[in-house]
């Protein structure tokens, strides 16, 4: 495959961010990893976990809005990007508390720190993926960033099998969390090298002649944020995963952060393959928004998810993490590249922003509805409840399919 020099531009940004988000992934996943099995041992129930992952994730889609919309109009994309990562700080200090509401607002902090760094990350990231395929050029990034996700989990999964001891202080965990201060340093050195290489908010000027020539969101974008909160709702947080698979199944520490490394790594694949397949659909039918229908696999996927999950055998619950995390690997992959596709360069930032509160919204909503299904009912409540979820996301699937013909 030959590039251009626009293209080859293009790509070295892709890689420069890919490589920031692989530091980031190694912080916030590997602590994503076990956070909720160390929220457990220092004192938090089922339904806090639920309502801590809830808040969080709210926190780190939701204030997406107000970033993303300051983001366009001030420019200053990569003022947003810098503190954003900066506040990746909380996640090592993490190792400094073993009181769970203390550690909850660190948790929920780098949640916050996400929140003003993506849309304008996403947003000079969308520019350089328009060049190449946003679908490949946002897997490209994906892959890298899932290298990190895989890596962070590891280097838990590690220490927690060379201690050597079965049951898990919070001593172990705080050393895990101390571990992590080196890829900071390593992330914001990436930060500075991708800024200076690249300082201005627009490096390719206008748009490929193929994106939509509006310059408002239309009704697709909206009929498509409304599946997206549907289709999020019943995709349970790893984090109530994690918890639950301590409390109920007794599993070792270590197999926890080891199930979270699987899925980031079948993350990765599943995002090269489902976003070339986002950008033949595109190029086949020779219309941007084609792509979007790769998005029915979605709920399809994660109505699946708890029918092995919620099986109390290891290969029943390895399959539902695979598809885990192929479900991840969509959402970070087709459902950003959809924005991109969806809004014009001057909306982007506040485009990414209101996705991002629609998500943000629903894995809260999510997190509490499992956060309380699991500590008051049996399994079979949770999985009834994925499964209905799901088929409202298929009928609000084929509404904006509607819409794309």
């Known amino acids: 495959m030959s590039f251009n020099p626009n293209q080859k531009k293009a790509l070295n940004i892709i890689i420069l961010f890919g490589l920031v988000s692989l530091f980031g992934d190694i912080i916030y996943e590997g602590a994503r990893s076990v956070n909720g099995p160390y929220l457990e041992i220092i004192g938090a129930n089922a339904f806090m976990v639920g309502i801590i ?5 709210f926190f780190g889609y939701g204030i997406r809005l107000l ?16 503190i954003g990562y900066g506040m990746l700080i909380s996640v090592p200090l993490l190792a400094l508390t073993g009181i769970w509401q203390i550690a909850s607002i660190l948790i929920v902090t780098e949640r916050l720190g996400k929140a003003l760094r993506s849309p304008a990350k996403d947003t000079i990231l969308s520019q350089a993926t328009q060049q190449i395929g946003t679908g ?9 960033d899932q290298i990190g996700a895989l890596t962070g989990p590891l280097i838990f999964t ?57 310059d ?46 699987i899925a980031m790594g079948i993350d990765a694949v ?24 790769t998005l029915i696999i979605i709920p399809i996927l994660t109505a699946l998810i708890p029918f092995f999950i919620f099986v109390n055998q290891i290969w029943t619950i390895v399959i539902g993490v695979l ?4 479900v991840m690997g969509c959402h970070e992959t087709i459902m950003k590249s959809a924005i991109a596709d969806l809004t014009p360069l001057k909306k982007r930032g506040t485009g990414y922003g209101i996705f991002n509160v629609n998500y943000g919204l629903s894995m809260l909503v999510g997190g509490i509805l499992f956060g309380f299904t699991f500590q008051h009912f049996q399994p079979i409540i949770s999985m009834v409840t994925v499964v209905l979820i799901e088929f409202v996301a298929l009928i609000l699937f084929f509404n904006m399919k509607q819409q794309l013909n």
């Open 270 to 293: 599943a995002a090269l393959i489902v976003g070339k397949l986002y950008d033949r659909f595109k190029n086949k039918k020779q219309n941007i928004l084609a792509g979007l229908n």
């Open 136 to 144: 490949f050029g946002f897997a490209i990034n994906e892959v890298l």
């Open 53 to 57: 992952a809830g808040i969080g994730e």
């Open 67 to 82: 970033s993303g919309y300051f983001a366009d109009k001030t420019k200053a994309y990569w003022t947003f990007t810098f």
């Open 323 to 326: 598809l885990w995390g192929i």
């Open 158 to 214: 590690g220490l927690f099998l060379w201690t050597g001891t079965k049951i898990k202080s919070a001593h172990d965990y705080q050393v895990g969390y101390n571990l992590l201060w080196l890829p900071l340093i390593l992330l914001m050195l990436c930060v500075y090298i991708a800024f200076k290489k690249f300082p201005r908010e627009n490096e390719f000027g206008n748009q490929p002649s193929h994106t939509i020539p509006i």
């Open 216 to 261: 408002q969101l239309n009704k697709v974008f909206w009929s498509y944020n409304i599946f997206t909160f549907a289709t999020t709702l019943g995709f349970i947080n790893f984090m109530l995963l994690g918890f639950y698979f301590k409390s109920a199944y007794q599993l070792p520490d270590s197999f926890i952060p080891l199930f979270y490394a």
